[in-house]
Protein backbone atom coordinates (compact mmCIF):
# COMPACT_ATOMS: atom_id res chain seq x y z
CA UNK A 1 0.00 0.00 0.00
CA UNK A 2 1.33 3.26 -1.18
CA UNK A 3 1.82 6.14 1.31
CA UNK A 4 1.35 9.83 0.82
CA UNK A 5 3.55 11.72 2.76
CA UNK A 6 3.45 15.89 2.60
CA UNK A 7 6.70 17.68 3.15
CA UNK A 8 5.68 20.50 5.69
CA UNK A 9 9.55 21.82 5.09
CA UNK A 10 8.24 23.00 1.98
CA UNK A 11 5.11 24.40 2.98
CA UNK A 12 3.62 27.54 0.80
CA UNK A 13 1.46 29.96 2.41
CA UNK A 14 -1.40 31.86 0.70
CA UNK A 15 -3.21 35.32 0.35
CA UNK A 16 -6.89 35.36 -1.19
CA UNK A 17 -7.79 38.14 -2.53
CA UNK A 18 -9.97 38.05 -5.70
CA UNK A 19 -9.97 34.74 -5.04
CA UNK A 20 -6.81 33.49 -6.95
CA UNK A 21 -4.57 32.03 -4.62
CA UNK A 22 -1.15 33.55 -4.59
CA UNK A 23 2.04 31.67 -3.65
CA UNK A 24 4.25 32.82 -1.40
CA UNK A 25 7.43 30.34 0.17
CA UNK A 26 7.22 30.14 3.75
CA UNK A 27 10.41 31.86 5.22
CA UNK A 28 11.35 31.49 9.17
CA UNK A 29 10.77 35.01 11.08
CA UNK A 30 13.78 36.55 11.51
CA UNK A 31 15.40 37.51 14.74
CA UNK A 32 14.39 41.24 14.03
CA UNK A 33 11.30 40.46 13.16
CA UNK A 34 10.83 38.06 16.28
CA UNK A 35 12.46 40.89 18.60
CA UNK A 36 10.06 43.22 17.26
CA UNK A 37 7.08 41.22 17.80
CA UNK A 38 8.28 40.81 21.76
CA UNK A 39 8.72 44.55 21.66
CA UNK A 40 5.34 45.17 20.38
CA UNK A 41 3.69 42.98 22.65
CA UNK A 42 5.45 44.57 26.02
CA UNK A 43 4.63 47.80 24.53
CA UNK A 44 0.91 46.36 24.60
CA UNK A 45 1.21 45.02 28.43
CA UNK A 46 3.20 47.93 29.39
CA UNK A 47 -0.35 49.97 28.08
CA UNK A 48 -2.26 48.05 30.10
CA UNK A 49 -0.30 48.49 33.39
CA UNK A 50 -0.30 51.95 32.96
CA UNK A 51 -4.35 51.79 33.53
CA UNK A 52 -6.49 53.85 31.16
CA UNK A 53 -5.55 56.07 29.18
CA UNK A 54 -5.97 57.64 25.65
CA UNK A 55 -5.40 53.90 24.05
CA UNK A 56 -8.78 52.62 24.65
CA UNK A 57 -10.67 50.39 22.21
CA UNK A 58 -13.81 51.30 20.98
CA UNK A 59 -15.74 48.41 22.79
CA UNK A 60 -13.94 49.86 26.07
CA UNK A 61 -15.12 53.56 25.29
CA UNK A 62 -18.33 52.25 24.78
CA UNK A 63 -18.14 50.68 28.36
CA UNK A 64 -16.54 53.71 29.54
CA UNK A 65 -19.12 56.26 28.67
CA UNK A 66 -22.17 53.95 29.33
CA UNK A 67 -20.43 53.88 33.31
CA UNK A 68 -20.23 57.39 33.38
CA UNK A 69 -23.42 58.52 31.75
CA UNK A 70 -25.18 55.74 34.42
CA UNK A 71 -23.13 57.01 37.95
CA UNK A 72 -22.80 60.51 36.43
CA UNK A 73 -26.88 60.87 35.89
CA UNK A 74 -28.14 58.88 38.74
CA UNK A 75 -25.99 61.59 40.65
CA UNK A 76 -26.91 64.42 38.68
CA UNK A 77 -30.71 63.58 39.63
CA UNK A 78 -29.78 63.06 43.25
CA UNK A 79 -28.05 66.25 43.29
CA UNK A 80 -30.11 68.60 41.33
CA UNK A 81 -33.67 67.45 43.87
CA UNK A 82 -31.33 68.44 46.54
CA UNK A 83 -30.21 70.97 45.41
CA UNK A 84 -33.31 72.23 44.75
CA UNK A 85 -35.04 71.13 47.89
CA UNK A 86 -33.04 73.25 49.68
CA UNK A 87 -33.22 76.40 47.70
CA UNK A 88 -37.20 75.92 48.18
CA UNK A 89 -36.26 75.90 51.71
CA UNK A 90 -34.18 78.39 51.94
CA UNK A 91 -36.30 80.92 49.90
CA UNK A 92 -39.35 79.62 52.38
CA UNK A 93 -37.42 80.71 55.70
CA UNK A 94 -36.20 83.93 53.77
CA UNK A 95 -39.69 84.62 53.20
CA UNK A 96 -41.10 84.69 56.82
CA UNK A 97 -37.61 86.22 57.74
CA UNK A 98 -38.45 88.94 55.75
CA UNK A 99 -42.48 88.96 56.47
CA UNK A 100 -41.69 88.99 60.30
CA UNK A 101 -39.36 92.34 59.74
CA UNK A 102 -42.24 93.81 57.43
CA UNK A 103 -44.70 93.28 60.37
CA UNK A 104 -42.33 95.15 62.72
CA UNK A 105 -41.18 98.00 60.81
CA UNK A 106 -45.03 98.68 60.18
CA UNK A 107 -45.95 98.17 64.06
CA UNK A 108 -42.88 100.69 64.65
CA UNK A 109 -44.29 103.37 62.42
CA UNK A 110 -48.05 103.14 63.60
CA UNK A 111 -46.54 102.90 67.21
CA UNK A 112 -44.59 106.30 66.81
CA UNK A 113 -47.44 107.71 64.51
CA UNK A 114 -49.91 106.90 67.71
CA UNK A 115 -46.70 108.08 70.32
CA UNK A 116 -46.00 111.64 68.08
CA UNK A 117 -50.10 112.94 68.11
CA UNK A 118 -50.95 112.03 71.56
CA UNK A 119 -47.65 113.86 72.05
CA UNK A 120 -48.68 116.76 70.33
CA UNK A 121 -45.62 116.36 68.23
CA UNK A 122 -44.97 116.52 64.49
CA UNK A 123 -44.26 112.75 63.21
CA UNK A 124 -41.25 112.48 61.01
CA UNK A 125 -40.50 109.78 59.02
CA UNK A 126 -37.29 108.01 59.84
CA UNK A 127 -34.71 107.38 56.74
CA UNK A 128 -34.14 103.94 55.85
CA UNK A 129 -32.76 102.08 52.81
CA UNK A 130 -34.71 99.04 53.34
CA UNK A 131 -38.44 100.03 53.20
CA UNK A 132 -40.32 102.46 51.05
CA UNK A 133 -43.36 103.70 53.16
CA UNK A 134 -46.39 105.39 52.02
CA UNK A 135 -48.55 107.00 54.57
CA UNK A 136 -52.30 107.29 53.43
CA UNK A 137 -54.75 109.63 54.89
CA UNK A 138 -58.64 108.50 55.72
CA UNK A 139 -60.19 109.89 52.37
CA UNK A 140 -57.39 107.66 50.22
CA UNK A 141 -55.64 110.81 50.10
CA UNK A 142 -51.39 110.32 50.48
CA UNK A 143 -50.08 111.92 53.25
CA UNK A 144 -46.35 110.98 52.42
CA UNK A 145 -45.16 107.84 50.09
CA UNK A 146 -41.84 106.89 48.18
CA UNK A 147 -44.05 104.07 47.05
CA UNK A 148 -44.48 103.96 43.16
CA UNK A 149 -47.89 103.26 42.14
CA UNK A 150 -49.09 102.72 45.31
CA UNK A 151 -50.69 99.19 46.10
CA UNK A 152 -54.45 98.24 46.85
CA UNK A 153 -55.85 99.39 50.11
CA UNK A 154 -56.74 96.46 51.51
CA UNK A 155 -54.77 95.47 54.98
CA UNK A 156 -52.58 92.14 54.75
CA UNK A 157 -49.17 91.46 53.02
CA UNK A 158 -48.49 90.65 49.85
CA UNK A 159 -45.97 89.60 47.59
CA UNK A 160 -45.38 90.39 43.84
CA UNK A 161 -42.06 88.38 42.18
CA UNK A 162 -40.22 88.88 45.50
CA UNK A 163 -41.59 92.32 46.40
CA UNK A 164 -42.99 92.52 49.68
CA UNK A 165 -45.90 94.97 50.36
CA UNK A 166 -47.60 95.23 53.70
CA UNK A 167 -50.91 97.16 53.93
CA UNK A 168 -51.35 98.43 58.31
CA UNK A 169 -54.14 99.84 59.96
CA UNK A 170 -52.70 100.58 63.35
CA UNK A 171 -52.66 104.07 63.34
CA UNK A 172 -55.79 104.30 64.48
CA UNK A 173 -56.49 107.86 62.56
CA UNK A 174 -53.62 109.42 64.66
CA UNK A 175 -52.31 112.24 62.61
CA UNK A 176 -55.11 111.85 60.31
CA UNK A 177 -53.42 108.72 58.98
CA UNK A 178 -55.34 105.25 58.09
CA UNK A 179 -53.45 102.81 55.98
CA UNK A 180 -49.04 102.61 56.56
CA UNK A 181 -47.87 100.89 53.90
CA UNK A 182 -44.71 99.70 54.14
CA UNK A 183 -42.69 98.10 50.70
CA UNK A 184 -39.46 96.03 50.52
CA UNK A 185 -37.00 94.81 47.94
CA UNK A 186 -34.90 92.61 49.81
CA UNK A 187 -36.64 89.22 49.43
CA UNK A 188 -36.19 89.63 45.84
CA UNK A 189 -32.49 90.19 46.12
CA UNK A 190 -32.03 87.21 48.35
CA UNK A 191 -34.07 84.52 46.25
CA UNK A 192 -31.48 85.84 43.73
CA UNK A 193 -28.40 85.26 45.48
CA UNK A 194 -30.07 82.11 46.99
CA UNK A 195 -30.37 80.84 43.07
CA UNK A 196 -26.68 81.85 43.03
CA UNK A 197 -25.73 80.00 45.56
CA UNK A 198 -27.42 77.03 44.87
CA UNK A 199 -26.21 76.50 41.89
CA UNK A 200 -22.74 76.97 42.31
CA UNK A 201 -23.13 74.11 45.36
CA UNK A 202 -25.07 72.51 42.65
CA UNK A 203 -22.24 72.84 40.35
CA UNK A 204 -19.49 72.34 42.10
CA UNK A 205 -21.17 69.28 43.68
CA UNK A 206 -21.65 67.27 40.66
CA UNK A 207 -18.18 68.63 38.87
CA UNK A 208 -16.68 66.84 42.51
CA UNK A 209 -19.02 63.79 41.80
CA UNK A 210 -17.82 63.39 37.82
CA UNK A 211 -14.37 63.67 39.13
CA UNK A 212 -14.73 61.13 41.66
CA UNK A 213 -16.40 59.07 38.81
CA UNK A 214 -13.86 59.29 36.53
CA UNK A 215 -11.32 58.55 39.08
CA UNK A 216 -13.46 55.51 40.17
CA UNK A 217 -13.42 54.23 37.09
CA UNK A 218 -9.71 54.42 35.74
CA UNK A 219 -9.32 52.46 39.22
CA UNK A 220 -11.90 50.04 38.96
CA UNK A 221 -11.21 49.41 35.15
CA UNK A 222 -7.33 49.43 34.85
CA UNK A 223 -7.59 45.61 36.01
CA UNK A 224 -9.81 44.95 33.34
CA UNK A 225 -8.20 46.43 31.11
CA UNK A 226 -5.02 44.67 31.56
CA UNK A 227 -6.76 41.16 31.64
CA UNK A 228 -8.44 42.15 28.41
CA UNK A 229 -5.08 43.33 26.36
CA UNK A 230 -3.76 40.19 27.67
CA UNK A 231 -6.59 37.88 26.31
CA UNK A 232 -6.75 40.28 22.93
CA UNK A 233 -3.09 39.85 22.70
CA UNK A 234 -3.24 36.09 23.23
CA UNK A 235 -6.17 35.86 20.54
CA UNK A 236 -4.54 37.97 17.96
CA UNK A 237 -1.14 35.69 18.12
CA UNK A 238 -3.12 32.26 18.11
CA UNK A 239 -5.30 33.71 15.13
CA UNK A 240 -1.81 35.01 13.54
CA UNK A 241 -0.50 31.55 14.04
CA UNK A 242 -3.38 29.71 12.76
CA UNK A 243 -3.09 31.37 9.54
CA UNK A 244 0.06 28.84 8.58
CA UNK A 245 -1.04 25.24 9.47
CA UNK A 246 -4.59 26.10 7.48
CA UNK A 247 -3.40 27.37 4.88
CA UNK A 248 -0.62 24.20 4.58
CA UNK A 249 -4.30 22.24 4.99
CA UNK A 250 -5.50 23.83 2.20
CA UNK A 251 -2.60 23.35 0.15
CA UNK A 252 -1.73 19.86 1.04
CA UNK A 253 -5.12 18.85 0.39
CA UNK A 254 -5.24 20.27 -3.42
CA UNK A 255 -1.74 18.37 -3.91
CA UNK A 256 -3.22 15.36 -2.50
CA UNK A 257 -6.44 14.83 -4.09
CA UNK A 258 -5.69 13.72 -7.12
CA UNK A 259 -3.57 10.81 -5.77
CA UNK A 260 -6.41 9.81 -3.56
CA UNK A 261 -8.62 6.83 -5.22
CA UNK A 262 -11.34 8.66 -3.10
CA UNK A 263 -10.99 11.93 -3.90
CA UNK A 264 -14.70 12.18 -2.02
CA UNK A 265 -12.82 11.92 1.19
CA UNK A 266 -10.42 14.59 -0.20
CA UNK A 267 -12.98 17.19 -1.10
CA UNK A 268 -14.97 16.60 2.19
CA UNK A 269 -11.67 17.45 4.08
CA UNK A 270 -11.13 20.21 1.96
CA UNK A 271 -14.34 21.77 2.71
CA UNK A 272 -14.04 21.49 6.47
CA UNK A 273 -10.96 22.98 6.00
CA UNK A 274 -12.10 25.78 4.41
CA UNK A 275 -14.72 26.15 7.00
CA UNK A 276 -12.19 26.60 9.33
CA UNK A 277 -10.32 29.31 7.30
CA UNK A 278 -13.49 31.19 6.87
CA UNK A 279 -13.69 31.21 10.80
CA UNK A 280 -10.19 32.29 11.01
CA UNK A 281 -11.03 35.23 8.68
CA UNK A 282 -13.88 36.52 10.40
CA UNK A 283 -11.89 36.26 13.54
CA UNK A 284 -9.30 37.95 11.77
CA UNK A 285 -11.16 40.60 10.78
CA UNK A 286 -12.96 41.35 13.80
CA UNK A 287 -9.88 41.64 15.62
CA UNK A 288 -7.83 43.95 13.21
CA UNK A 289 -10.99 46.26 11.99
CA UNK A 290 -10.27 49.10 14.18
CA UNK A 291 -6.74 49.24 12.98
CA UNK A 292 -7.86 47.77 9.72
CA UNK A 293 -6.42 50.05 6.65
CA UNK A 294 -9.31 50.31 4.13
CA UNK A 295 -7.96 50.07 0.18
CA UNK A 296 -11.36 50.78 -1.49
CA UNK A 297 -10.74 49.71 -5.24
CA UNK A 298 -14.58 49.06 -7.96
CA UNK A 299 -15.68 45.72 -7.28
CA UNK A 300 -18.12 44.12 -9.45
CA UNK A 301 -20.17 41.89 -7.09
CA UNK A 302 -21.65 40.10 -10.10
CA UNK A 303 -18.18 38.76 -10.67
CA UNK A 304 -17.76 38.59 -7.00
CA UNK A 305 -21.10 36.77 -6.36
CA UNK A 306 -20.15 34.01 -9.18
CA UNK A 307 -17.27 32.82 -7.85
CA UNK A 308 -18.11 33.03 -4.19
CA UNK A 309 -21.52 30.93 -5.16
CA UNK A 310 -18.67 28.65 -6.84
CA UNK A 311 -16.75 27.94 -3.55
CA UNK A 312 -20.04 27.60 -1.52
CA UNK A 313 -21.54 25.27 -3.37
CA UNK A 314 -18.85 22.84 -2.65
CA UNK A 315 -19.68 23.58 0.80
CA UNK A 316 -23.13 23.13 0.31
CA UNK A 317 -22.51 20.07 -1.31
CA UNK A 318 -22.26 17.57 1.84
CA UNK A 319 -26.34 18.77 2.43
CA UNK A 320 -26.99 18.87 -0.98
CA UNK A 321 -28.21 22.45 -1.22
CA UNK A 322 -28.15 23.95 -4.60
CA UNK A 323 -26.83 27.59 -5.08
CA UNK A 324 -28.59 29.22 -7.44
CA UNK A 325 -26.83 32.76 -8.85
CA UNK A 326 -28.58 35.40 -10.70
CA UNK A 327 -26.33 37.93 -11.30
CA UNK A 328 -26.08 41.41 -13.17
CA UNK A 329 -23.07 43.46 -13.54
CA UNK A 330 -22.85 46.05 -10.35
CA UNK A 331 -19.70 48.04 -9.51
CA UNK A 332 -19.06 49.61 -6.25
CA UNK A 333 -16.40 51.42 -4.92
CA UNK A 334 -15.62 49.11 -1.62
CA UNK A 335 -12.56 47.84 0.29
CA UNK A 336 -12.03 44.03 -1.10
CA UNK A 337 -11.61 42.45 2.21
CA UNK A 338 -14.96 44.08 3.17
CA UNK A 339 -16.85 43.36 0.15
CA UNK A 340 -15.73 39.25 0.31
CA UNK A 341 -16.80 39.77 3.78
CA UNK A 342 -19.93 40.59 3.27
CA UNK A 343 -20.33 37.50 0.45
CA UNK A 344 -19.16 35.19 2.51
CA UNK A 345 -21.18 35.73 5.88
CA UNK A 346 -24.60 35.92 4.02
CA UNK A 347 -23.44 32.86 2.44
CA UNK A 348 -22.19 30.58 4.90
CA UNK A 349 -24.93 31.93 7.19
CA UNK A 350 -27.89 30.70 4.57
CA UNK A 351 -25.25 27.40 3.88
CA UNK A 352 -25.46 26.92 8.10
CA UNK A 353 -28.94 27.06 8.77
CA UNK A 354 -30.52 25.60 5.45
CA UNK A 355 -32.30 22.05 5.58
CA UNK A 356 -30.58 19.33 3.41
CA UNK A 357 -31.80 19.62 -0.29
CA UNK A 358 -32.77 22.97 0.40
CA UNK A 359 -32.17 25.97 -1.86
CA UNK A 360 -30.24 29.23 -1.75
CA UNK A 361 -30.92 32.21 -3.94
CA UNK A 362 -27.98 34.97 -4.30
CA UNK A 363 -29.02 37.14 -6.59
CA UNK A 364 -27.47 40.81 -7.76
CA UNK A 365 -28.47 43.29 -9.60
CA UNK A 366 -28.09 47.33 -9.70
CA UNK A 367 -27.76 48.78 -5.72
CA UNK A 368 -29.20 45.85 -4.51
CA UNK A 369 -27.98 42.03 -3.22
CA UNK A 370 -30.12 39.74 -2.00
CA UNK A 371 -29.69 36.17 -0.13
CA UNK A 372 -32.40 33.75 0.48
CA UNK A 373 -32.68 30.48 1.93
CA UNK A 374 -35.75 27.92 3.11
CA UNK A 375 -33.93 27.29 6.09
CA UNK A 376 -34.85 27.27 9.86
CA UNK A 377 -35.67 30.84 9.77
CA UNK A 378 -35.89 33.68 12.11
CA UNK A 379 -38.60 34.38 14.25
CA UNK A 380 -39.75 38.33 13.72
CA UNK A 381 -38.55 39.16 17.58
CA UNK A 382 -34.73 37.59 17.47
CA UNK A 383 -34.63 39.82 13.74
CA UNK A 384 -33.15 42.94 15.33
CA UNK A 385 -30.81 40.40 17.77
CA UNK A 386 -28.63 38.36 14.92
CA UNK A 387 -26.78 41.53 14.29
CA UNK A 388 -25.28 41.87 17.58
CA UNK A 389 -21.84 40.58 18.42
CA UNK A 390 -21.81 36.85 19.84
CA UNK A 391 -25.00 36.15 18.93
CA UNK A 392 -25.78 32.91 17.52
CA UNK A 393 -29.48 31.73 15.87
CA UNK A 394 -28.67 28.28 17.64
CA UNK A 395 -25.82 25.65 17.87
CA UNK A 396 -25.86 24.44 14.40
CA UNK A 397 -22.78 24.93 12.58
CA UNK A 398 -20.93 26.34 15.40
CA UNK A 399 -19.13 29.48 15.08
CA UNK A 400 -18.10 32.47 16.91
CA UNK A 401 -21.86 34.83 16.12
CA UNK A 402 -19.76 37.36 14.42
CA UNK A 403 -20.48 36.54 10.62
CA UNK A 404 -23.83 38.69 10.88
CA UNK A 405 -22.23 41.33 13.05
CA UNK A 406 -19.42 41.81 10.67
CA UNK A 407 -21.45 42.12 8.35
CA UNK A 408 -23.19 45.19 10.18
CA UNK A 409 -20.67 46.56 10.53
CA UNK A 410 -19.59 46.71 6.94
CA UNK A 411 -23.03 47.99 6.01
CA UNK A 412 -22.65 50.74 8.55
CA UNK A 413 -19.49 51.80 7.49
CA UNK A 414 -20.74 52.29 3.85
CA UNK A 415 -23.72 53.46 4.31
CA UNK A 416 -25.38 50.23 3.44
CA UNK A 417 -28.56 49.63 4.26
CA UNK A 418 -29.44 45.95 5.31
CA UNK A 419 -32.97 43.93 5.91
CA UNK A 420 -34.03 41.04 7.57
CA UNK A 421 -37.48 39.52 6.21
CA UNK A 422 -39.29 35.64 7.29
CA UNK A 423 -40.00 33.69 10.02
CA UNK A 424 -39.01 30.56 12.13
CA UNK A 425 -39.76 27.97 9.55
CA UNK A 426 -39.81 29.44 6.75
CA UNK A 427 -36.51 30.89 5.95
CA UNK A 428 -34.33 34.17 5.96
CA UNK A 429 -33.82 37.00 3.32
CA UNK A 430 -31.18 39.01 3.55
CA UNK A 431 -31.10 42.61 1.45
CA UNK A 432 -28.43 45.22 0.98
CA UNK A 433 -29.69 48.06 -0.31
CA UNK A 434 -26.30 50.12 -1.50
Known amino acids: MSQIRIDLSLTKRFSAHSGALTIHPTRQPSDTTSKTYEKRSGEILYKAKEGLGTDLSEYEKKSLIKFLALYIGSAFIFITAIAVLLYTVKVENLYELQKERLKNHASLISAEIIDSHMRGKKYEIPDNKEFKVALIGLNGDTVYSDISPIPALKEGIYDNNGRLTIVDTGTRLHHGIKYVVVQTDLLQIEREEAAVSSFLVWLISLALVAGLAIALSRQFLAPFKEEIERLDNFVKASAHELNTPITSLLLGLDSIKNELKESKKAEYLKVSAKMISKIHEDLTYYLQKETFKKEEEWIDFAALASEKGAIYSKLAAPKNIKIEITAQSFIYKIDKTAAERL ?78 TGDKGEGAEFRLNF
Open 343 to 420: IDNLLSNAVKYSKNGGKIELTVSQNLIIVKDYGIGIDKDSQKEIFDKFKRKSDIGGGFGLGLYIVKTICNDYGIKIEV
